[in-house]
């Protein structure tokens, strides 16, 4: 490795095989409190939790960027950037912060190469260096991180299997971040209707209306409407039943769930409601659906045996 070992952006890193070393991790409170400038030989990502703080980044030429942070956003700062933290007095923030850097490869898990090589979202996002950068999380990266602080602090900085598991999904979403971010920059509407989407597979097992969905996207339901159809060529209301129709035929192909109760799984409160929906995007009703499941499959295990007896 060469002097900047916590810099995200080395070859090595995408050529070679290495894990992640952790130097700190830690929640913190603030409260009127100024930082001065300091750096240090890791990457830093600091996650603000609640509240609301400024970050100044001190670029190569000497000037400084300031960056307003608000709840559920992070910064990822590379290694021997300047920086300083700003906590206003009566407005408090409350921070999630690791450092980590890079050592050889333990074999425990994907090296930081093998993902980059596998994942070319990775690979673009270490090998495109920036000095900090801030991007909004819907909760994937806190998650993660969450889980990653808790497991050094059980297992101390070394870490082991989970640790380094649990760094490599962490840089894989915050690699899809950033490429979400730089679509949304260029295509606004594209991001809105990424978000709708997700809010769907996340809740279509509810009652769902088309206001609950722009509330959760911060836009006007008639809007939403709008760009969702000229996206994806459907209304929300198709997506969301096509959506239903395919866990259902999931379901009922896969478990053992009785028939009747599909519905409930789905979100449909009203079974005969979905049995008209089902045979609409199916041609066939829920029971001739999995009665058609299980004959195929009865069908096949014949078979295969009874090519076994041939082959004897």
Known sequence: MSERSGSLFQKVLI???YSPRFFAYYYKQWNNYKMQFHHHNSTEIMYLISGSCTVD????????????????ELIILDANVPHRLI???GTPCRMLNVEFGFTEYKGV?????????????VARLLGTPFSSLILPDPEEVYHVLKSLVLELDQRGADGG????????EMLLRIARLKEEKLRSSQHPTEFYVRR??????QNYDRSIQVKDIALAVSLHPGYLHRIFKSHTGRTITDYLNILRIEKSRMLLAKSDIPVAEIADY???????????????YTGLTPVEYRNSIERHSWIYEEGESGNLGEDI
């Open 87 to 89: 906590v206003e007095d």
């Open 109 to 121: 898990a994907p090296s930081i190469g093998s993902l980059a090589r596998e994942e070319q979202v």
């Open 161 to 168: 299997s989970m640790t380094d598991l649990l760094f490599c």
């Open 196 to 201: 709708s989407i997700e809010f769907l597979h």
């Open 57 to 72: 980044v001190r670029q190569m030429k000497g000037n400084a960027e300031s960056y307003s942070m608000k709840r559920g």
């Open 15 to 17: 050529n070679g095989d």
């Open 266 to 280: 789905v979100g449909i409160s009203s079974r005969q409601y979905f049995h008209l929906l089902f045979k609409k």
